[in-house]
C-alpha cells in the first residue's frame, strides 16, 4: 500500500509497502524546488548534499507515476511542460530515504 505522512517540518513524506520510511528532516531543508509555480523548467537545488544518480518521480495528487528519472550533479532541471496544470510531487530517493516535494504546475 502507498500513503503519505507529514514530518516534523511539514514535509510531505511518500511511503510503498511499511509505512516505516526513513527521512533525515534536515536533508530535506537542503533541497529546493523552484520555482513553484511553475511553467516548464522545474530546477532542484541540492545546497550542500552531494548526489550522484539519484531516482526522482513525479506523482499526481492520487500518487499515480507521471514520471521517473535519474539525476546527478548540484543543480539539475526536470522538464515538466507536458504536465497539465495542477499540484504534483516531486520524490526524490535518497540513501536516507524517500523526500517529496509539492509543486504547481501553472
Known amino acids: 500500500s502507498t500513503g503519505y505522512t507529514c514530518g516534523s517540518n511539514g514535509t510531505i513524506l511518500k511511503y510503498s509497502g511499511s509505512p516505516f520510511v526513513s527521512v533525515v ?3 530535506s531543508e537542503n533541497i529546493s524546488v523552484y ?5 516548464d523548467i522545474l530546477l532542484l ?3 550542500s548534499i552531494t548526489i550522484s544518480d539519484l531516482k526522482i518521480e513525479i506523482t499526481d495528487v492520487l500518487a499515480k507515476k507521471i514520471k521517473s528519472e535519474f539525476i546527478s550533479g548540484n543543480k539539475n532541471n526536470v522538464n515538466v511542460s507536458s504536465l497539465s496544470p495542477g499540484i ?5 530517493y535518497t540513501p536516507s530515504g524517500v523526500i517529496s516535494k509539492k ?4
Open 88 to 92: 504534483y510531487f516531486l520524490n526524490i
Open 45 to 47: 537545488d541540492f545546497q
Open 35 to 39: 520555482p513553484n509555480p511553475v511553467d
Open 25 to 27: 528532516e534536515s536533508e
Open 103 to 106: 509543486f504547481v504546475k501553472q
